[in-house]
């Protein structure tokens, strides 16, 4: 599904990210890099200090004045020009803050936001690729990425146990652009869908936290049911809907219990009678070669 | 020298540990993406497999893939995954865990063209050459030695040697992450399935406890109805049928076979909806509701749930013959022959036996197949 890809490639945070590490701006790069790292090293310290939870468990970290941990970190001159790159007013800063001009974020949080994702990143890119490559279908592109951010979570825990702990603020805006392609139900809009998108990820996240044993796959089943529900095509095929009905048909028919009643004698009469002409006209396509085509 | 904006350290080394950090992720989420596609018919998984073999081949260090087992990559150059202006990506070493995963990956997706006699093999080359690239054992390699164990299993393997493995494979999880952490679950599947195939002394009971000591720490941790509970829910049912089939009270066995058809046609239920009807798990629980049918002795039942069983994997399986449908083919010979058709009977089991003969020769559904076989072949 190639489009998602594209509109993937075009969101806000797409656009910062490409334009912070423009080439020509390398050097701001570098030392945001160095950040970055720092801000790694200080939360691995403080997770090594902590004894963890059951399953290794990683609570919340919460750490004041982390900036200041940060540029000493960094061994810049003074905490100032950490706090200068981060701070609403940016004043001719050669990579602008991703978190934008907002007062109301305050120059850790949107430091932390940053970081979580510029790690994210190359999870992002690496999934991106494949779903472009293979074309995938929106649900897998949703399986595929909320595994992706499953591994984040377990390559960098202690990030993404940072206060706020979660995912990456990206996955918002990516699960938005994921739910405007929900097939439409009636006049539902796709917000609610993104929303709920969102929060799944955040529980792939809190699975996470919770056991750091879990695999990838084992957080994403965690909401499997909720994605599928939210992203499933209702106008699926007539076969795949005749399909499922038969199979259910079936179902109730094997475990009938007595007295149940599932269809008058007419209706199974009349069933009987569409099965046969189907079989007949079935038989036609199935006699060749199309199970080799099986759809997906 | 510091700056008032500038720290002192030295950048290059900072930046190149940064990208190479940087394209060990992409691989690593290559790999869980590719993972997504193994639902895909047979001809895409393969093309998964080598193009999986294509970004080991580009990005991570020179190695002899196929001398770790795997298929060789897909032909055509690959697309430049760093957008333009960037500078080339750093190779990720083979120590990397994420070599590994997407390795693994690759050979998950490979292993379904491959007959369930050869996946073993396979498998073991990979750990080797995994375990000669690694200084010391990380916890990939010892989840790798883990999924060798279980494909020996899979293909009929129950030697002490593999009983051994899982068994400290579990052990070692358990001290790790404790009794309720993933992968001591994982662990304790594995060796449930371990002690069923054997099947000897208390080994169905024994199986049956440890998945439904499973069920219980799934259940308490995920829910009920959780994909991963399912499995162990799934793992349980087996157990119990398996105990089912081996006793000869005809009470007991009609007791455990009841709570058996409880149980997996609830797994059932819910892997239709979660995975769709023709997903090989859900078409495996339907198989086993079927072997519940006949030990509860309603044939025709069981015939129904087994015809609708073949058509689903041939949906999934497109042209290809899985040893599951062999399985199929077998139980549907065992239904046409408690219900009179010894022709029909013939038909599937000859079926069964060719299929299953070539995925696993020596396998025990080979062996019961062959045995169905001769019994029909001698009466008809």
Partial sequence: ?296 | MTSDTSPARARPAERAGHEQAAAAARLRAAAEALSVLRYRPAAEQRRASRYAMRLLSTHAAKADWRSAGLPPPLADPPPDPAPPRRPATPVVPLTDPAVLHLARAAMQLHSTELRAADRPRRWAQLARFFAECLTEPTEELVRLQERVASARVNAGDTSPEVLTALLATLDRYRAADGENGYRTGLARANLSVAYRHRGSGADLATATRLAAEEVRARTTRYGPDHPVTLVARSLYTLSLLVQAEAMTAPAAQRALATRALAEITHVRTVRDRLFGVTAPNATRSRRHEARAFILLGEFDKARVCLECTLAFESVSNGDRESQESGQTHYELARVNRALGDSGKALEHVQQACRILAMHNPQGIAAGKAAALLAELSSSS
């Fill in chain 1, 1 to 296: 599904m190639s489009s998602i890809r594209h509109d993937l490639d075009v969101t806000h945070t797409a656009r910062w990210y490409e334009a912070a590490r423009n080439a020509q701006r390398s050097g701001a790069w570098d030392e945001r890099v160095l950040c970055y790292a720092a801000l790694s090293e200080i939360l691995a310290e403080h997770r090594a200090q902590c004894p963890a939870g059951e399953a290794h468990s990683q609570p919340p970290i919460r750490r004041p004045g982390i900036l200041t941990e940060v540029a000493h970190r960094a061994h810049f001159a003074s905490a100032e020009p950490v706090y200068r790159r981060w701070r609403a007013r940016q004043d001719g800063q050669p990579i602008v803050r991703w978190a934008g001009e907002d007062a109301a974020v305050k120059p850790s949080p949107a430091f932390v936001a940053e970081a979580k994702i510029v790690a994210f990143w190359p999870y992002r890119d690496g999934v991106l690729q494949v779903a472009d490559v293979f074309d995938m279908t929106l649900i897998e592109v949703a399986a595929a990425y909320l595994r992706a951010v499953a591994t984040w979570a377990g390559e960098h825990t202690p990030l993404a146990a940072c206060h706020p702990a979660g995912p990456p603020a990206c996955v918002i805006e990516d699960m938005g652009v994921l739910a405007a392609r929900i097939p439409p139900v009636g006049q539902v809009p796709p917000a609610p869908g993104a929303a709920r998108l969102a929060e799944l990820a955040g529980m792939v996240v809190g699975h996470v936290l919770q056991d750091s044993s879990i695999t990838p796959l084992g957080a994403f089943n965690t909401v499997r049911d909720d994605v599928l529900r939210l992203l499933s095509d209702p106008a699926d095929s007539v076969a795949d809907r005749v399909t499922r009905s038969v199979a259910e048909l079936s179902d109730q028919l094997l475990h009938q219990v007595h007295d149940e009643p599932i269809m008058t004698v007419g209706q199974a009469r009349q069933i009987l009678t569409a099965l046969d002409g189907l079989s007949t006209l079935l038989s036609g396509i199935a006699g060749g070669s199309a199970a080799a085509e099986s759809p997906r």
